[in-house]
């Protein structure tokens, strides 16, 4: 069984800084991936960036990075130099790298980001 | 990653009807799986889909309420029956080739 764990409601944030949005997660399953989506007001899911459990060094795609802690079971989303159109709900999830529960995502509360001007 | 078309991309149905939701993958995919949202809430597998078998069905999700249609590798259908307020939600697909890729939604209201 998988869960993950959002714990900020909401988050705000002034244009240009730095903001972390916290996930921890809790998973039986030996090899996994954690995942972050971004949902704007439209509701369409927009993958941001990947961990996979056995990946040595934390992930990074352009302004967002994974902050994964894996004795913590900590996989924190760090968006750099924020903007506004990064206001969004924004969602961690996790799945079983293989096996039978493969493709199936486990998602959490999510959090919303509001970027001020 | 895949690209996928889900529509329609909202609705406005009366209580008591369906509304078919369908997704096309621009590629062959084994596993469909289609997901809801519900108002302010997370996302919530309903089922899992694969062509020439039956879906399974995650907890409190039943077949008569969210029949599912997967007739080849690239396609797929949701029927919400029988609606009442209540299924108002976000209706998403995904699959997983090269990635988790979701569609881009149906937001259904039931009036």
């Known amino acids: 069984a998988q869960k993950i764990t959002q714990t900020q409601p909401g988050m705000f944030v002034q244009e240009k800084e730095a903001v972390t949005l916290d996930c921890t997660y809790d998973?039986?399953?030996?090899?996994?991936?954690l995942f972050w989506y971004k949902q704007p007001s439209s509701g369409e899911m927009i993958f941001l960036i990947y961990?996979?459990?056995?990946?040595?060094q934390n992930a990074t795609e352009g302004r967002y990075s994974l902050n994964f802690q894996k004795a913590r079971k900590s996989a924190n989303l760090v968006i750099s130099a924020s903007q506004l159109g990064d206001s969004a709900m924004y969602f961690c999830?996790?799945?079983?790298?293989?096996?039978?529960?493969?493709?199936?995502?486990?998602f959490g509360q999510g959090t919303i980001l509001t970027v001020h001007p | 990653s895949a690209v996928i078309s889900q529509k329609p991309s909202r609705d406005i149905c009366q209580r008591g009807t369906s509304l078919t939701i369908q997704c096309q993958v621009d590629?062959?995919?084994?596993?469909m799986f289609w997901y809801r949202q519900q108002p302010g809430q997370s996302l919530t597998l309903i089922a899992t889909?694969?062509?020439?078998?039956?879906?399974?069905?995650e907890s409190g999700f039943v077949i008569d309420k969210f029949p599912i249609s997967r007739p080849n590798l690239t396609f797929s259908t949701l029927t919400v029956s029988n609606m009442s307020p209540e299924d108002s939600s976000i209706y998403l697909c995904?699959?997983?080739?090269?990635?988790?890729?979701f569609g881009s939604g149906t937001r259904l209201t039931v009036v």
């Open positions: 995904s699959v997983t080739r090269d990635g988790y890729t």
């Open positions: 998973t039986s399953d030996q090899s996994y991936g």
């Open positions: 961990q996979g459990s056995y990946d040595e």
């Open positions: 999830a996790t799945g079983n790298a293989g096996g039978t529960s493969y493709g199936k995502l486990t």
């Open positions: 590629s062959q995919v084994t596993m």
């Open positions: 889909a694969n062509q020439g078998s039956e879906a399974t069905y």
